[in-house]
């Protein structure tokens, strides 16, 4: 049987550093003084250094953070239209951005399928074709895009990757996870609200792959679902940009699930009959610290394990599902190094349902 492999990735963010803007921004929309509060403990505990957007942060002489633009302007914020045009003005910048940091000279003309997964703009001709056009793509390869899924679209476009590989060993498969999470602010005084807008940035990923035996080798693929936990995590549309819940409770139902999971340890289970330990590398979606701390207190995992996705929190924020394609890129670039190669890896990234997506791989 053919094993599909990730042979590289590119990544590319947007060139301004938005997260203290933001910050302040933010400090200006807050009524209260308890939640005040609670904001900025929670800006110190957040694991978030820098996150990046397309829109250029200003400090206006009576010290409102602000973009150059004004598109975000209180009382005036922009309507769905007016964010899904944005979209389609950067979304090609940032997707090209991802595509040079991959390097396609001598691929281009071999890709046989463009895999592209977002959940923050919609257009059409879809970003798929745009992308096939700004790649110099052949006009023929076959376009699949996963849309709306959320955070664990990475592993999603993956699935199709490896399925497309087996298939026909022959295939070249580009997988392109493009997330504007910037152009959905919203103008709010809900501080749930707000701490959910604190952890996201802009991001994108662009990954080959193919039968080459070089990267990282996908084994095989698992989902499970956390019962009565469809409200959990929410992404709908709305008049003024898309519109996320992230519940409270969201960090506490993964870490009893995944518990759970270590102590069932059947076939049947997410980690499919086997031992934590049984893995020496560990690529779980930074959606944020409090999901990275239930990821590692559920399945009980070393204090070391997840700094590869710490580390993409910190610099990035949570780009949706580019994130995970990040913290694998970091991995990637350890193989041979600190990651040994034949080490064992466990992929997951969580998200609406409340549903966790994985994948294990080998380091090749």
């Known amino acids: 049987m053919v094993t599909a492999h990730i042979n590289r990735i590119g990544t590319a963010v947007p060139p301004n550093d938005v997260h203290d803007a933001f910050v302040r921004f933010v400090g200006g929309m807050i009524d209260d003084r308890r939640s005040e509060l609670i904001f900025k403990r929670m800006v110190g505990r957040a694991g978030i250094d820098h996150r990046f957007s397309y829109f250029e942060p200003v400090t206006n002489p009576d010290g409102f953070e602000a973009d150059t633009e004004g598109f975000y302007t209180p009382g005036k914020f922009p309507s769905t239209a007016a964010r899904m045009a944005r979209f389609e003005k950067t979304a090609p910048m940032i997707a090209a951005d991802a595509l040079d940091a991959l390097g396609l000279e001598g691929e281009r003309e071999r890709i046989t399928h463009l895999v592209v997964a977002s959940c923050t703009g919609f257009i059409a001709p879809g970003i798929d074709q745009l992308i096939v056009k700004a790649a110099g793509l052949n006009p023929g390869v076959e376009r699949t895009v996963v849309g709306f899924m959320g955070c664990y679209a990475a592993v999603n476009s993956l699935r199709l990757a490896h399925h497309f590989v087996r298939s026909d060993p022959a295939a070249r498969v580009l997988v392109v996870n493009l997330e504007l999470c910037t152009l959905h602010f919203q103008e709010t005084g809900n501080i749930e609200q707000l701490l959910s807008m604190l952890l996201f940035g802009d991001g994108c990923s662009a990954a080959l792959v193919t039968a080459d035996e070089t990267g990282l080798a996908l084994n095989d693929f698992r989902s499970t679902t956390i019962a009565d936990s469809a409200e959990a995590i929410t992404w709908r549309i709305g008049d003024q940009g898309f519109d996320m819940h992230l519940s409270g409770e969201v960090p506490g139902r993964i870490q009893r699930a995944l518990k759970y999971e270590a102590e ?101």
Do not use: C
């Open 264 to 364: 069932r340890n059947d076939g049947e289970g997410l980690l499919r009959g086997t031992q934590v330990a049984d893995y020496d590398v560990w690529a779980v979606h930074a959606g944020g610290r409090t999901i990275l701390d239930a990821v590692e207190s559920g399945f009980g995992l070393p204090g070391d394990a997840l700094h590869w996705s710490r580390g993409v929190l910190k610099d990035f924020g949570n780009m949706s599902s580019a994130t995970l394609m990040f913290v694998l890129d970091r991995i990637m670039g350890q193989v041979g190094g600190n990651v040994e190669k034949a080490s064992k890896g466990f992929g997951v990234a969580f998200g609406p349902g409340l549903a966790a997506e994985s994948f294990r791989f080998t380091a090749v």
